[in-house]
């Protein structure tokens, strides 16, 4: 299958430790998402890489970082964890192209999350 | 600042009802309008809308866009207890660098 895969699929952690989570995107894709979807909630963005570099960033600290690889996969590092970073994190891979008509990404694709518990 | 709301926040019907979901966006330079079913965990994809008037159809399910009202509608026809889920909208904008999403409208279709 090349779907998104995320790992781990679950994880615990206390509060004011430190966290990665990983996503391979799916086959062809070049982009990656991550949104943290909290309980009851929609999901909400967090940052995009595309060619290794954070392209845009939601409303989110500075503790909340990443990367993104050669190979496209990425990582999400979250610092000093607060029990109300407890959610859903959820990553999305797309393809960018540059058309005449303007930059765009499509086929956004969702893995299924990692969820996060901090105790 | 962006803005996505759904509505209701749940539904619940028996098999066989029809059901209408709503969505209304404020998103600035939109591009389209995106529909995903969330059963528990992966939302996965139903529609993607971008042209006004234009009904998308799957099976049972179709989805329109109106660009004047800044909205749009899924509908679910005959459903199915396999149809129970939480359905989630966003709004995309022209960059596509990131999706607004709502809050999700959770239904559960009883046997």
């Known amino acids: 299958d090349a779907g998104v895969t995320q790992s781990p699929t679950h994880l615990i952690k206390t509060r004011g430790q430190q966290v990665t989570l990983r996503c391979s995107p799916k086959?062809?894709?070049?982009?990656v998402s991550w949104y943290q979807q909290a309980l009851g909630q929609g999901p909400q963005f967090i940052f995009q890489?595309?060619?290794?570099?954070?392209?845009q960033r939601g409303n989110f600290p500075d503790r909340f970082s990443g990367h993104q690889f050669p190979n496209y996969s990425s990582e999400l590092n979250v610092n000093a964890l607060l029990l109300g970073d407890s959610a859903l994190y959820l990553c999305?891979?797309?393809?960018?192209?540059?058309?005449?008509?303007?930059?765009?990404?499509?086929?956004?694709?969702f893995g299924s999350g990692t969820r996060l518990t901090v105790v | 600042e962006d803005k996505v709301v759904q509505s209701p926040l749940s539904l619940v019907v028996h098999e066989g009802d029809t059901v209408t979901l709503n969505c209304s966006y404020e998103v600035t330079n939109f591009r389209s309008l995106l529909w995903y079913k969330q059963e528990k965990k992966a939302p996965t994809f139903l529609f993607m809308l971008t042209s006004s008037g234009i009904e998308k159809k799957s099976g049972r399910l179709s989805s329109i866009l109106d660009k004047k009202e800044l909205s749009s509608i899924l509908n679910i026809t005959a459903t199915q207890t396999g149809d129970s889920a939480i359905y989630l909208c966003?709004?995309?904008?022209?960059?596509?660098?990131?999706?607004?999403f709502g809050g999700g409208t959770r239904l559960m279709v009883k046997p």
């Open positions: 086959s062809g894709h070049d982009t």
């Open positions: 966003a709004g995309q904008n022209n960059a596509g660098n990131m999706l607004t």
């Open positions: 999305a891979s797309s393809q960018s192209g540059q058309p005449t008509s303007g930059f765009y990404v499509v086929g956004y694709t």
């Open positions: 890489y595309y060619e290794e570099e954070e392209r």
